[in-house]
């Protein structure tokens, strides 16, 4: 129940490849990962990270777990599984925890998520939990987020009816499904300080992702998740009510797949990446092969100019991966592209068309469910990186691992 603790082992590993510290966080049998990178783990002093686990009678909730000692602190009580949303596609209707919602305010020590279709809002130091909104009954949601002034909360909503498409890979025929009957997503926001809620708009297509500006709550980022029309980035301005996308892909048709957008720390830009020359639905393509045709890439945007820099990578660095930019802004930590076992850090110098890389550690994730994607997350310091392996557990079951980032880590190769 909420407010239960736990304790786990810190084991100390050392990275046989770089000689890197990276701690194993867990130890409790269970499925253990950290939130959705578009969300930072980490307090603000980083002391503490969040992270959801079934260790508790094997329904997922959210703790916090101590750096320090290992002592993990139970935030929700859920009893019931998790809720069908956005990559947990088989969970139930209107009931469990929603493991896409969480979203965390660092800042205001709040946490987001979403339970039985109501959206909870937990002040991380008290543990007082106030449910400020009810969503609709038989709708699915994808990954929220928290303005950074904390006001204001943001949920991607589309009919449960999306989900029930038949057989086959769910993420293929969701999206041929919503395509074919245009079925619309709406973008609710909630004032987190009165609970009054508005839809800012509706949209043919599925949204799944969703992003605040870092300084301007009226700017959000979002996507059309998979090959629809008109996908994937688009930037909605409520001050004129108006959506425009912002990296323009339709000229390259299905050859070109852009995926994980985020805000580059605290700068204007938009940080994505993805493949030219390869369909743009997952499910279409070897996401491990490397294939001649196929080039994988870097992108970086300015919203307001529409400039735009794109680095491509070796033909041989096509793994599946993510990408997470550092506070700073000056590196970035990516689980894949140079190859699909390790963490590297990268750091672009984009008017010269360079990218600096090396290899911080392994990761060996099997990459066999979303819960165990690495998701590499630095700290607010910069000097620590968080991720999610089952290399130690059962095979799509997760640990939570930090690397140690504090030693000199030297360049050792150049792309570009």
Request: with cysteine; aromatic share 10%.
């Amino acid at each position: 129940m909420k407010g239960s603790i736990y304790r786990h082992d810190v084991i100390v590993r050392t990275d046989e490849a770089t000689g890197q510290t990276v701690r194993q966080l867990t130890s409790l049998p269970g499925n253990h990962h950290h939130l959705y990178f578009t969300s930072n783990s980490f307090t603000t002093d980083n002391r503490d990270v969040l992270f959801i686990s079934d260790q508790s009678g094997g329904h997922p909730n959210v703790f916090k777990l101590s750096l320090e000692d290992g002592t993990a602190v139970q935030l929700t009580d859920n009893r019931d599984g998790y809720m069908r949303s956005y990559v947990y596609y088989d969970g139930g209707i209107n009931r469990g925890l929603a493991k896409a919602s969480p979203s965390y305010d660092p800042h205001h020590h709040r946490l987001l998520y979403i339970q039985d279709n109501r959206v909870h809002l937990l002040n991380l130091h008290t543990l007082e939990d106030e449910m400020i909104y009810r969503l609709a009954d038989h709708v699915c949601t994808g990954f929220t987020h928290i303005s950074a002034d904390g006001r204001y909360a943001c949920i991607p909503v589309i009919d449960s009816s999306a989900f029930e498409a038949g057989s086959g890979n769910p993420f293929t025929r969701i999206r041929l499904k919503v395509s074919r009957e245009q079925i619309e997503s709406q973008l609710l926001v909630i004032d987190t300080h009165t609970g009054e809620a508005e839809v800012r708009f509706s949209q043919a297509g599925w949204i799944t992702h969703v992003q605040f500006h870092p300084a301007d709550s009226n700017l959000i980022l979002y996507n059309h998740e998979g090959g629809m029309v008109e996908q994937r980035m688009w930037l909605y301005d409520h001050r004129t009510g108006q959506s425009v996308k912002v990296r323009d892909q339709s000229s390259a048709g299905s050859t070109l797949w852009i995926c994980h957008e985020l805000w580059a720390g605290r700068e204007e830009a938009v940080l994505y990446h993805g493949t030219l020359g390869t369909p743009n639905d997952p499910s279409m393509k070897d996401l491990h092969g490397a294939r001649e045709e196929i080039v994988s890439f870097i992108g970086r945007i300015d919203p307001a100019s529409g400039r735009e820099w794109e680095l491509a990578f070796p033909a041989s660095m096509q793994a599946y991966g993510h990408f997470m930019m550092s506070p700073a802004g000056d590196r970035f930590a990516t689980d894949g592209i140079i190859d699909g076992r390790s963490i590297h850090l990268i750091e672009p110098d984009w008017e010269k068309g360079q990218l600096f890389w090396t290899k911080a550690c392994s990761h060996n994730s099997s990459f066999a469910t979303q819960d165990v994607h690495p998701h590499p997350v630095f700290s607010h310091d910069s000097r620590r990186l968080l991720f999610t392996s089952d290399a130690h557990n059962e095979r799509a079951k997760g640990h939570l691992y930090l690397a140690d980032l504090q030693t000199h880590v030297p360049l050792t190769g150049q792309i570009g």
